[in-house]
């Protein structure tokens, strides 16, 4: 049986969750009295977790995908102009727009399409680092169809969630 999207999240988010909770306890460990450390470092640290925390928290509220209704009261965000993108103006007056996420053991690259200045970019493909699969697998490549619900992956990334799937 295949994997709905929201059972995929919920393994995927459950996961990862767990795994920054645990490295914040480690690093709740370096308070202890084997290190020495200022209030400025401690400050650096704790802002540092909170602007990628914030950053994290944006792109689950932010607009995505062109769905959300038109509003000309709400000021549109770019989703790349917080990460490192680069953008490439296409013949027809549109622009391709990649943004690297080097976040965490994941690091990945999105591609989005502009169609226009007053229009919402729209995630086209994506191509994901996961070492947690096996060597041949570990690259998820993903495309999104405007007339599909699913995303279409590379197939070797296929071949191992539904291999999994039977277990």
């Not at 502009?114 to 493909?125: K, M, N, R, V, Y």
Request: glycine share 4%; charged share 30%; hydrophobic share 30%.
């Amino acid at each position: 049986m295949k994997e709905s999207k929201h059972d995929r999240f919920q393994r995927v988010a459950e996961a990862r969750v767990n795994k920054i909770i645990k490295m914040m306890r480690l690093l709740g460990n370096c308070s202890g009295p084997v290190y020495e450390y200022t209030d400025d470092q401690v400050a650096q640290i704790f802002n540092a977790l909170q602007t990628e925390l914030d950053n994290a928290k944006e792109r689950f509220t932010r607009v995505q995908s062109g769905r959300k209704r038109f509003s000309l009261h709400e000021e549109r965000i770019p989703v790349y102009r917080d990460y490192p993108h680069i953008e490439l103006p296409l013949p027809d007056g549109t622009n391709l727009v990649a943004i690297a996420f080097q976040q965490g053991e994941y690091p990945a690259i999105n591609l989005y399409w502009l169609p226009g200045e007053d229009s919402p970019e729209e995630l086209i493909a994506l191509a994901e680092y996961n070492p947690e699969r096996r060597q041949e697998h570990s690259l998820c490549i993903g495309a999104y169809q405007s007339d599909q619900e699913d995303t279409t992956y590379y197939e070797p990334y296929m071949a191992e969630r539904e291999s999994n799937e039977g277990n």
